[in-house]
């Protein structure tokens, strides 16, 4: 196939990458330790472990899942645990022990843990005490036959690491009575694992490193298999693409997203192999203190999401937080508003350079280039050794400019989802294409938009309207704080576009907004309802709007006024 956005691609990236079949995420590790011992890895709650500290912690970690754990090549071990420095401690440790990481929400109820357990058949669970009492409901009904539980200061300084402890227990009481029979403390585990012997395990690229599970926004979710070859071929792709402007041992990252998803797992370990100094905000919805970090943190690169780049901007002294040091902030997970990226660019001088990928991807797909002067409103150009293609429903190639179904080819594809053939046989096509579920178009110089997920389509008398757009348009209105375009019945046409508006400005009327829709939107793709609500809208573990949930809250609030 032509690809045309090579033409587009900055003059030092190369149209492709090279990865060693014997290459894994151990091995990566091991030589970023030994070339960066003393260089600062991850910072958290005012304390730091250098990559020497990583590399010692996570064997020791690894040779206890080893000789304690009897874990056994290829066994899935859930990590349920947010940003804390147990985190890569844990990571890197199941991994070096030849696991499987199961990322699992920490927030998950009883009923959700359960199915991923289950679904994973995860032999050992690393949580945090806050959420043991979650495990124990469920872990007699699943194959977990080992526990290792960690508290929120376990690896923070003495004597703070006592005192945020107690803090958490006794005086903010966020920890419910839990017992595990035989749970051991993380502590003790790496203490005792010091005293083992590790041994190597021989990692493949096509050994699995990971069980991520899609975020089940359309559906229960569903567990991609990542190999560590993906892995590696992604972080690979993504050096290539950064290489200019983001430089080894030179940098420090802003990590305020979950490393429980996959976007901020696989921009973490992206910075990771550039020897960044990561610093992991562990609960960004606390915006006065995420600020303060901001404000007290010279760094050079974060990542977001546009909900969160929304919050910021409002948020007091956000201004403070600009360094003049800042080279690169990355936007995923959500498309990001126009309005939101033009705030973002005065305040911070620098634009939000927009992404795109899946859980299914590993998950960088496409990306904007680093050097570009404002934000472009596209989600950049395909990464090296990656192929997309807009296609319809027969699978057939569309020209530039038609809408059609994203697909994607390439090292960082997954090798289908965990036990369900069936579903991986619906999105995975014989000759290696993953057809994502996202409508989008490619222009003529080879950038890519997305429109919308294909499944939100608003069809109103036969024409289709991508919620994207009309959200987009509503959140130009600087009264608007979110919104969140949703089909809606009608007599006359099938559908008509809901708009279910959080405001800024609590006087905006519904025709004051209307008026300056008509400013952006052709007439069908206007609202036939705008409804306004309090607080905030449903949204995902890493803060993107569910258009799903939203819309089934305004059917049940339809019935009952019926």
């Not at 927030?107 to 009492?133: C, I, K, M, P, W």
């Not at 989008?440 to 289709?464: E, L, N, Q, T, W």
């Not at 508006?501 to 025709?511: E, G, I, K, Q, Y």
Request: proline residues 6%; contains cysteine.
């Amino acid at each position: 196939m032509e690809r045309t956005w090579l033409t587009s691609y900055p003059p030092d990236v190369p149209a492709t990458i090279s990865v060693d079949a014997s290459d894994s995420l151990p091995a990566l590790l091991a030589r970023i330790c030994a070339s960066h011992a003393h260089r600062p890895a991850f910072s958290n709650q005012g304390a730091t472990i250098s990559y020497g500290e990583l590399d010692r912690l996570s064997l020791a970690f690894a040779a206890y899942l080893q000789k304690v754990a009897a874990l056994q090549k290829g066994e899935r071990v859930a990590i349920m645990l947010p940003n804390l420095l147990q985190y890569p401690v844990a990571l890197f440790g199941v991994l070096r022990a030849g696991g499987v990481v199961v990322n699992t929400n920490p927030l998950y109820t009883a009923t959700e843990l359960e199915r991923q357990l289950l679904d994973s058949g995860a032999s050992v669970l690393v949580v945090l005490d806050n959420f043991a009492h979650v495990a124990e409901q469920v872990l007699s009904r699943t194959r977990v036959r080992h526990v290792i539980v960690t508290a929120v200061g376990d690896m923070l300084h003495f004597p703070k690491a006592q005192i945020v402890n107690m803090v958490v227990k006794h005086i903010k009481h966020m920890v419910p009575e839990w017992h595990i029979d035989g749970a051991d403390r993380f502590m003790d585990a790496l203490e005792e694992g010091e005293q083992q012997a590790f041994e190597v395990v021989p990692l493949q690229a096509d050994d699995t490193a990971f069980l991520q599970y899609t975020g089940g926004t359309t559906g229960v979710p569903k567990g991609a298999i990542l190999s560590h070859g993906n892995m590696v071929a992604n972080l690979e792709q993504t050096a290539a693409w950064v290489k200019s402007v983001l430089l080894e041992g030179e940098e420090t990252a802003v990590i305020p997203l979950p490393l429980y998803h996959v976007f901020a797992l696989t921009a973490t370990l992206a910075f990771l192999r550039l020897a960044a100094h990561n610093v992991l905000i562990t609960n960004p919805r606390d915006t006065e203190a995420l600020v303060k970090e901001l404000r007290h943190t010279r760094f050079s690169v974060m990542i977001g999401v546009n909900t969160l780049f929304n919050v910021l901007l409002d948020a007091p002294h956000i201004e403070q937080a600009n360094h003049g040091s800042v080279k690169v902030v990355v936007a995923g997970g959500m498309a990001v508003q126009r309005a939101v990226a033009q705030r973002w660019h005065k305040v911070f001088g620098v634009p939000l350079i927009e992404g795109y990928g899946l859980t299914e991807t590993s998950p960088i797909v496409t990306a904007n280039p680093l050097t570009i002067a404002a934000y472009t409103g596209t989600i950049g150009l395909p990464l090296p050794s990656t192929d997309v293609a807009i296609m319809d429903d027969a699978g057939n190639v569309l020209g530039i400019g038609a809408p059609g179904e994203l697909c994607v080819r390439g090292p960082q594809v997954m090798k289908g989802y965990w036990q369900r053939p069936e579903e991986t046989a619906k999105v995975m096509t014989s000759d290696g294409w993953l057809r994502t579920g996202d409508i989008g178009v490619m222009d003529g110089a080879g950038y890519f938009r997305i429109v919308d997920r294909k499944k939100d389509v608003i069809v109103v008398s036969g024409f289709k309207v991508f919620p994207n757009e009309v959200e987009d348009a509503a959140m130009l209105h600087p009264g608007i704080h979110e919104a969140a375009a949703i089909p809606a019945p009608d007599e006359h046409s099938d559908e008509v576009v809901k708009l279910v508006v959080v405001r800024r400005d609590p006087t905006l009327t519904a025709d004051a907004l209307l008026v300056h829709l008509h400013k952006h939107l052709t007439g069908y793709k206007l609202p036939r309802y705008i409804v306004f609500r309090d607080g905030e809208l449903p949204k995902s573990n890493i803060g993107k709007v569910l258009r799903r949930i939203v819309k089934e809250e305004e059917e049940k609030k339809s019935q009952v006024a019926a």
